[in-house]
């Protein structure tokens, strides 16, 4: 992942701070943009390029907390390193358990503050990949037929084609025309990827049913 | 009758017997008036009779035998009358005139009757009675005690205990005999006795009611809290004839006491504690921020000038921001120093002596519970200063809890703790003498410092603050070690708002 393709998003209120921040991660080569408000940085478009934010606990209005609560759901992709001005132990246990990438306490060493942003990045650009390989995913499950789509949801859940054919009334035959196709849109290589494939996009069977 | 006849009758009978001329000259006294006074009959013949009156009661005497005359009626007066030997004795006399046949008094008898030993035995009688009904008295009155719901006892006016009622008898399962040595027997608990006694003793002395608290031994042994009361009662000549003393037992209020102090400590200490931690989560706030700045542009800078992704521009710009960090940490510092230093004042006039007084009510019961002896002189006629009461009040109660701790430790002296006022020229002048540890020498200077404290446990906090409470009120504050005894003094002055002379014109 080529760091001219991501981006490190800085939000605190203070000045000495942010500035001093932008001109440090800048300084080494990455892009970065800096909001004063938890509002302004939501104002602002999602990226689709890897990246991470850097955002201090105590915020006004909406802190950092509340912000990472706000896009955790939907942004999986984009860590949170957290600046906190002391040791607040229970502010540092609520962002871990909402699954903070770091937790720095200010004023803090650059090197480890970089170190984490790099990591930062990293897993950002492996969670896009992921985020876009489901996308890919369900697109194709998207595009199956109707009857390929039943075919699949029981095949993946461990039915036998004999019994596919019994619960969807057609033969055993066309059962296997039905998989063969299937395998071939859903880019399956094996019986095993389509299983695979069948557990990401969540109508895989759970093992007691 | 012939005279012969009337004279032996008249000799003959058993009393002192005369016979008076219408005018009260003596025309004749029998055998036994002469032998019992010793006069013979022509001394007391006429109105020589008289000089066997005893002089006091001659006067009298006469004017009530003129006045007998005058009215013509019989009458009785009781007066000394000298016997032969000299001695004087109580007499009836009688008298009463005898008529002619034309109705005109033509003489007067009488007769004197000794009454010295009736009035004796009689007197001896009233005194009996009146010693019966004084026991009687007694009696009653610890009867009426006895019958009031709460504890009760009288004292001699020596301080001796009396009477007290079945109450104090049934708490203390002690009889009257023992309690009146309370004193030395436990009655009192051992800690609390020294006080005690010393309120106790000044209070007799002086003759002025008393008010203390203290514990009290149970017929069990366990010692519980009894408020005492004692109030002299005085004849019409302001002699104290006894006291009345009253005690309450305060045990559950003395614990909800204990539970309330060590609740309010607690708060005190809490409150401190979360002022500062509040103080300090603030400043570290206020100069952290900036300090992060500085920290990350420094380090900015250096990989700027590093070598091989030289940017000078970038390290200027850099610099630039840590010099205007800086200077912001530095505006944090001067802002809490203002804060601390230019408080706003709460200006109303302040009369010391009262707010003293009433500091002193607040401390009233941690001081006994120091066991510490209070005496307090306050200048009459101090003009009021300009101020904030209630900082004052606070320089004064430190100053009172100072002294307290500095005698916590002292057990060979009393632990007296006086308080006083006085005007000196344009300003009024509070001090606080203990009697304490005292003060060194070397650590006279740094007193009012703050975080500087002598006690194990000082926060060192309370000196400085009052010093500065007194400053913002245009005062001095000091201290110095006592130099005629152990312990020391610390004293304020402040300027008072009015001439004392104008102010004592509009207190008259």
Redesign the interface.
Known sequence: MSQQTSIVFIVDD????R???E??IR??GLNVEAFESAEAFLARPRPVIPGCLILDVFLPQLSGLDLQQHIAADRTSMPIIFLT??GDVPSTVRAMKAGAAEFLT???D?EVLLAAIRNAIARSGVALDEEAELRALRERFVSLSRREREVMTLVVRGLLNKQVGGKLGITEITVKAHRGRVMEKMHAKTFADLVNMGLRLSIAPDART | MEIGLITSLADALPGLVWVALPDGRAEFLNRRWCDYTGLSPQEASGMGWQSAVHPDDRLSWLEYWDGLLASRNPGEVEARLRRHDGQYRRFLFSAAPIANASGEIARWCGINTEIEEKLAAQEELYARIRSDETLRESDIRTRAIDGIPGFIGILAPDGSVEAVNRRIKEYTGQSLEELKNWGTNGTIHEVDLPHTAEVFGQSIALGIPHAMEFRLRRHDGEYRWFDDRGVPMRDDNGNIVCWYVLLTEIEIRKRNEAELSRARAELAHVARVSTINMLTAAIAHEVNQPLTGIVTNANTCLRMLASDRLDLDGARATAQRTLRDADRASAVVQRLRAMFTHKELTTETVALNEAAREVLALSASELQRGRVVLQTDFASGLPPVVGDRVQLQQVIMNFVVNAADAMRDVDDRPRSLSIATTLDGPEVLLSVRDAGIGIAPESAGKLFEAFYSTKGHGMGVGLSVSRSIIQSHGGRIWAVANDDCPGSTFSFAIPCCSPPAASQASEG
């Open positions: 203070d000045i000495s701070v500035e001093s921040l001109a440090l300084h080494e001005g002391h200010k004023p803090f650059d």
